[in-house]
């Protein structure tokens, strides 16, 4: 055994106990998935991983993401090993106000994690996106993904093999550490490494299989991955709890610690405990390129009907055009959504990841986590296939800049399937994300260049039929403010996006019957203009509020939040929206069956106001 | 070229011209789409398809499943030529009122279809749940799914291929249809046929290539898929737009009806209309064996502290000895959400699916179109997973009863990854779901009994830690209702599950200052009990209203709406919820960082009453 070997062994030995330690401290938590892979971390973290260690978002590094994010401990070991934590740190695992949390998240204070994982499969898109920004840029880094077995039952981690090996995605490796054991018992394939080989060669990677606590023959897959010219799968048999007789390969120990009356017998048998300093591999010299100047165009300005999913397609190509940090992804339905329009001017800044929302949220996570502003867009009822992806998002403080189109009924034949009539409500639940709905082209240009800068997860939602314009090209549009686009003293319609405009109408036929209409455009959903929906309220006595979306979670409930908020309680608010499945029909037909067109807002008005 | 051949080619011809007929009319559609599953769906509905027109839910029928719903005029062509439909009903395609949709749904007036498709990816799902179903009851019927070459892309078909060959769902049969051309140009992998027949077989499938317009090919194919004592994929490569020299194989027809004035000349390029009716073969005779009886057992009762998510478990395997028809599917997390005690009673009855929540809730509608009354559990954070499926269930018409374990903050040391926060306003914002949330032991029982008998899709949300009992066993809890557990005049707290418990202690807390403060338990947070919450609002002047869930979309928003539902606005409302991405720490910690503990609801209380 040469000294190298006898490192790595000792290493991953240091990672074994470090991550009983902090489990038994901590008493909660997953020893034993942390040391199946202590091996593949140990000589990942001493010779393979180009890292920066005082400055880990370098654009040379590599980066590292721990798909089976409930290996945590076994990851802030190899930190500490490497000098990006100290033991206190480590034993400070899920305690309250500390950033060693349970499953890993990319806090201020935990600058080498760049992603949040702990909900399973997530973890090789947003590898394939890492490893994609460093691409565009030129950079010499691989993205480095430690996948778990029983994830490989998400269909997430397929989405991710199918894009890495179409957009031959070299500088990436995924080590699955094959430990056989689930939560709950076996997993599907056990040991069976074929199984995994054969699946990874027929989506095109390159795959090699291995005994996961022998580290040369890890050193030499990474070396081989490295250089095969093809995205590469480590398929590493290992024992889950391994190094101590009473935890390896034994059921009943997934994320249990060891009790406290056995850590020392644990710790013993893995050699004690020990205190290796690591520096990995410094990364090759690099240095980004300048980005090209901005083209210096007029952003795209409307005088006529537009629809606001092409005004978005057109701003988004002007802004590839001005900002070379802005990366377009596409769901396969880019002549819908009109990224197309976007890859026309960039055509390299533009990732087309087919349908596959799920992976196309990860690799926007990916690129974003490395130097990039992505923006993706499919149907706005398709991102529901990505929740979990967008929720993690959340967590990992991703800035993502997704427009959903084709939203609520109006957009007419195609039925059901196709329509967001549960985005608003969804997005508007994550955390920090801001909602945007605009109702006119020039509204819908202000948004988009916006949205470039904003931090955090936003959405744009965008209507398939032209909508006629509303606003001025210079107006300005706040996130968090709203529009006042017609007076009244009697009633405040509010609306976005399509149902705008047809407050606009409702506010004729009331005017008709002798009662003035105030009619206020939210176009910024979340955070919604809470001022002037109370100042509404007051100065009006009446809201009706109308949506083309489910009644539930959505503008109604944001206004009816805004005054709960602001303590204004105190007058009639009724909410129009989508009650039912809705089935096919013009988009006329649609709405006055959904109870959301001119009609019946100005039936519902009539109603408050008499009641007033 | 012998009689049978002769007839599914003129049918496959038929089938053409009849989803160009009805899309032109409709001027809107897929006809191209169809047009290359035309001879698959010929051979497959004159003598493959063992169905009885006449009872299309009899259960000796095989099923059929679009995945490809854009497809739909395919579909209603085939439907039309067994006589399920007429020539006027296609006609209707698209139109307002009819049934004939622009995808597939499972209306009233559509009985041959079994679930909606036109989200792509989850038809296969769907299939694996049928023939599941199917097999469980003895029956003899084969699951057929039609699938696009797009929709390939999609994590959820590899989720399902991995569970049918795991669960030797032997009677499955995936037709992918290849026909080189996406929405917006090509797909991936062309007609390069061997990949996916690669793929399937790594994913251990049989598979069989050929040639999609070959009928004598396509009938043997289907010959030898029933008998391979394994799910089998013919992969057929396809011409889109297939016998019409304009449209075939061209770019730039996705999605688009031929013009009126080209109708009759594509339609003369395939021989004219024709009105060929066929019989498509008789299934065996079966007879669905007599359920089970009834163990007879007493459903759990509880005088002691217990986590309702235990509860939950317990009274499902109760359900399971009483009634033979409800299946429990878990995904790999069956010791958490406690599904395992079902699974002791009933392991025939237990399908364990990994972690895969998409296909999970696809085998659950599958399920439910055959007979079954499926459950399903994970932890609420990660139902996010399958949002797009349970979107799709509700357009289904799905009676699906899902389980979400580990809700909220009040997990406490796994951190934000494991928590499901969002989990109120996703299910709340779907169409016709119940949404339940217990805070004790016996409520849990009362409310999984009740969701047996649930139409639509009820979700039980569940708490990880124990819970003190507040309720006698044989107290009914209505869907919709709520319970005053504690009388005040002053103002009214609103809790649900571990919240509730909360405002009981704040309550206490509350009485030391003199204040008295009704507690309402809204347990139906979907029906929400509004006019208890009206009478609340009424008669003590104030609301505070508490949840473990983000503070959009859920409770809070769920009691705002009643009171505007109901034009009771007229009180002071106070919301208290998560606003925060939450770290690691204890359950108490984490309900103090939130604002959601005894003492923030206490000093909310305080704060509206001295503003009343």
Redesign the interface.
Known sequence: MDDRTALWNDLAAQIAVDSIRATTA?N??HPTSSMSCAHLLAVLFADHLRTDVKDPKAPANDRFVLSK?HAAPALYAALKAIGALDDEQLLSL??????????P?P?EAMPSVDV??????QGLAIGVGLAMGMRMDGAPGTAWVVLGD??M???????AM?AAS?HGVANLVAILDLNRL???GP??HGWDAD?FV??A???GWNAIALDGHDVTAIDAAYRQARTSGRPTMIVARTQKGHGVSFLADEGGWHGKPVPKDREDEAIRELGGVRDIRITPPSPEGFTPPEPADPRGEEAPAYADAIATRKAFGEALAWLVGERADVVVLDG?????TYT?DAQKVAPDRFVQ????E??MTGVASGLQAYRKVPFAATFG??W??A??QI??G??S?ANLRLCGSHAGVSI???????MA??DL??F?????TTVLYPADGNCTVALTRAMADLDGISYLRTTREATPPLYAADEAFPVGGSKRVADGDDVTLIGAGVTLHQCLEARDALATDGITARVLDCYSV?PIDAQAVRDALDETGAIVVAEDH?????L???V??A???T?A???????LG?R??P????AA??RR?AGIDAEAIATAARDVVR?G
């Open positions: 901590a909660s938590g994010g899920r305690s309250f106000g500390s950033p060693v949390e349970g499953h998240a806090l949040a994982t702990g909900s399973l499969g029983s994830e039952a998400e269909g997430s981690v397929w989405e199918e179409f689930g939560q709950r997993t599907m199984v054969r699946r060669e027929a989506f396969e339905v880019g002549n819908s197309e990841l087919y349908i596959a799920q992976c009822a398709f529901t296939r929740y979990d929720r993690m959340a967590i403080r007419g034949e195609d039925g059901p399937s196709q009539v549960e409500a969804a508007r639940a994550i955390n920090g979340k489910r009644v539930e979670g959505g109604g409930d944001a009816l939040d005054l709960a908020a303590g309680l105190g007058g009639r608010v009724r909410k989508v039912e499945i089935g096919s029909g013009t037909e649609l069956w009641a």
